[in-house]
């Protein structure tokens, strides 16, 4: 059983030597239990968060030494439990490695979905976060203008791709000029900027004449700067994640931004709202898979996938994750 164990918390970006791939026993499933088989590894941002010693809110940290945790499609290859025969495909959360045991209560029988992997993307977690923030914190209406970045990931393409079914406009930030191309091209978004073009503020003002109504917010850092002063009465931030603050390892250096950005929020009656998704499982899943179901099937909506061949590389994937590497989905492909 091959595994990526957490060798070092990394300082700042994770580099190679912060994991190990090592061997153990395959383990065995006991009585109630299964036995997976990783075919399917998500790579998502919030593994940075796990890798620090002070975990997020929402889930602890990894152990040094241990497998790092993930969201997986797995194959059943011996069970013990009444609800899951062998030969059957499972969404779970085996982590990091070729094979995990698990008690059931965290697997969802995939039947036979005819992409497997779309279990972790389009169909999961990433795009269940799309429809949640945007929908219900977001609430766009059509005309309103909504800017998101990471605009051709895993969450921020989706997030363009409702708002426009929703009649909004919309404005994606990404790095490099393919992703760009394609956000406007392939996505429908009305206009895709650099996020590391220097003049980010002035294209953004540009790109947005009648101002913020939604920033669906991905990122934190130089983007939320150039679209705070942008922000209309009454806009609503979802606020998703803030991917350019993981690696940080002090606090920035000055001007302390914060008076600045809570009178803008006080001014222009701002709706500046987090959210975990973990938390919308219950009352949301039913109705964002209905929808997205139908999505897909009329083409309205479009999906990504970053595929990796192997375990050994997933580490090199989630750094390039954090960097901007991936162009869609990050998703590893494990085992046959
Ligand atoms: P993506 O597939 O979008 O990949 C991450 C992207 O983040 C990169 O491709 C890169 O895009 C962008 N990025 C990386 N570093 C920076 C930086 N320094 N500044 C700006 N952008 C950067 O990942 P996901 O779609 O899976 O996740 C997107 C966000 O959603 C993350 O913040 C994540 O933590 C959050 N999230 C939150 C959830 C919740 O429950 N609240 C659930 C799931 C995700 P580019 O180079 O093109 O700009």
Redesign the pocket.
């Known amino acids: 059983n091959r595994r990526v164990v957490l060798a070092a918390r990394p300082q700042g970006l994770p580099k190679p030597q912060d994991f190990r791939l090592d061997q153990t026993d395959i383990p065995k499933a006991g009585e109630g239990q299964v036995l997976l088989r990783t075919l399917y590894l998500s790579l ?3 593994m940075r968060n796990l890798m620090d010693e002070i975990p997020p809110a929402y889930a602890p940290s990894v152990a040094l030494g241990e497998p790092m945790v993930g969201g997986t499609v797995s194959r059943v290859v011996a069970s013990q439990h009444p609800n899951f025969r062998v030969g059957e495909l499972v969404l779970g959360n085996a982590g990091w490695q070729d094979y995990a045991v698990s008690t059931g209560e965290d697997l969802t029988a995939l039947g036979d979905l005819v992409q497997p992997s779309l279990a972790l993307g389009g169909l999961g ?2 795009a269940f ?1 799309a429809y949640v923030g945007l929908l219900d914190i977001g609430q766009p209406k059509p005309g309103e203008t909504v800017v998101v ?8 393409s989706v997030v363009g791709q409702i708002a426009k079914l929703k009649g909004a406009r919309v404005v994606g ?4 000029v393919d ?1 760009c191309r394609y956000a406007v091209e392939e996505l429908g978004f009305d206009a895709c900027l650099d ?1 590391r073009d220097p003049q980010l503020a002035q294209q953004l003002a540009a790109a947005c004449p009648a101002g913020i109504d939604v920033y669906f917010e ?2 934190g ?1 130089e ?1 939320f700067d150039a679209v705070l002063p942008l922000l209309n009465v009454g806009a609503r931030v979802p606020v ?5 603050h993981y690696n940080d390892a002090a606090p920035p250096a000055g001007p302390d931004r914060l008076p600045g950005t809570m009178t803008t929020v006080l001014q222009k009656r701002i709706r500046v709202q987090g ?4 938390d919308h499982y219950a009352e949301r899943f039913d109705a964002f898979r209905r929808d997205m179901q139908a999505w897909l099937a009329a083409g309205r909506i479009k999906l990504r996938e970053h595929r990796v061949d192997g375990l050994e590389s997933a580490p090199e994937a989630m750094i390039g ?4 590497r ?1 162009f ?3 998703v590893v492909r494990v085992g046959e």
């Open positions: 998502d941002p919030y977690m990433p976060t970045a990471a605009a051709t990931g895993a969450v921020g930030i990404v790095s490099g992703k996020r991905n990122v850092g983007v998703c994640g803030v991917i350019a959210f975990v998704i973990l994750l954090l960097e901007g991936n869609g989905k990050v």
